[in-house]
């Protein structure tokens, strides 16, 4: 493929598609909210490479965008070293491909990794049009704290795997993003109860779709949600708010304070346990003389 010829210059300046591995990002439930440039891409460029083929016709027959003549190849985690190649040829060649996967971000939880990583190391040209992704619609209609996050991805299946894997997360700072499936969503917050113990949480359900729902509440008062209702429909995300985001009860406040009037002064305790839960001192030693 000739990389100096463009037949059609104002569309290449429209698009701004560039030669090289561009990733779309696509709904992940509405359907309008794909962008302008993720119509562009799909309309100008030379090799389309998709998860799914039929997901990507669908998008494409919505907005009246036809394939014609280009290459539509299918690029998911089953057949990536053999469709790998394939992409990187023409991406050498000079061809301007997209990839999008079935919704949202592609990489986030979903394939295309691989792809961008051969084309990173060939020094190939990587671009992406940014748009829809479950896990930052979620934590932005969380009301949990968003200045630090962590995306967990897909939790395992098992329990006792989950519970090794929610494991890791016990140090990291600010909110805990994870994707799971709807049917062992019960199961999972209660795996996460047994790790994090009480923390402020959410369950983002149906993001941008007709029955979106936002459960914001203790991650005991989701998990026993969760466990009466069962299973809920649709697509989920899990959020975890940070260690400290619940206002400590009067009965760890209680406990607190026994232990260390078990071993220093009403003064030295009430200083100590007001620091540690992060209440005023006032507070901590008028409690501190009652319980003495
Ligand atoms: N790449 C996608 C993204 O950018 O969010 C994620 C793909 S991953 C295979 C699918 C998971 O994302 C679902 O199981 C669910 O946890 C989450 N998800 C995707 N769409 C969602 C939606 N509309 N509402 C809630 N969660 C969603």
Redesign the pocket.
């Known amino acids: 493929m000739d990389l100096n010829h463009r037949s059609d210059q104002t569309k290449v300046s429209k698009s701004q598609l560039r030669p090289g591995l561009t990733l779309l ?1 696509t709904p ?2 509405n359907a309008r909210d794909v962008t302008l440039r993720t119509l562009d891409a799909l309309r100008d460029a030379d090799a389309l490479a998709c998860e799914d083929t039929r997901m990507a016709r669908r998008l494409m027959d919505m907005h009246g965008i036809t394939l014609g003549t280009r290459p539509l190849i299918a690029y998911h985690e089953h057949n990536a070293a053999q469709a790998t190649p394939r992409l990187m040829r023409l991406i050498e060649e000079g061809a301007r491909v997209v990839y999008l ?6 990489i ?3 394939p295309g990794y691989r792809l961008a990583k051969a084309v990173i190391e060939a020094g190939g040209g990587l671009s992406a049009t940014p748009g ?4 930052i619609m ?1 934590l932005t209609l969380s009301g949990l704290p968003s200045d630090r996050f962590t995306f967990g991805g897909f939790p395992p299946n098992k329990s006792g795997q989950r519970q090794s894997f929610y494991r890791e997360f016990l140090g990291a700072p600010g909110t805990l993003i994870f ?3 709807p049917r062992r969503l019960a199961a999972s917050l209660g795996d996460m109860l047994a790790v994090f113990d009480e923390r402020d949480a959410a369950v ?6 007709s029955f979106e729902e936002i459960r914001r509440g203790s991650l005991s008062d989701l998990s026993d949600h969760y466990a009466e209702t069962g299973a809920p429909k ?4 899990i959020l975890l708010g940070p260690a400290a985001s619940i206002p400590p009860t009067e009965d760890m406040l209680d406990e607190a304070l026994r232990d260390a009037l078990g071993e220093m002064s009403v003064k030295d305790a009430a200083r100590t346990v007001s620091e540690a839960l992060g209440l005023p001192r006032r507070q901590v030693y008028e409690r501190a003389l009652e319980l003495k």
């Open positions: 990002a992940i439930g996967s079935d919704a949202g971000t592609p986030v939880a979903d829809p992704c479950a896990a979620a994707y799971e499936s983002a359900r149906e993001l941008s779709k649709g697509e989920v995300v």
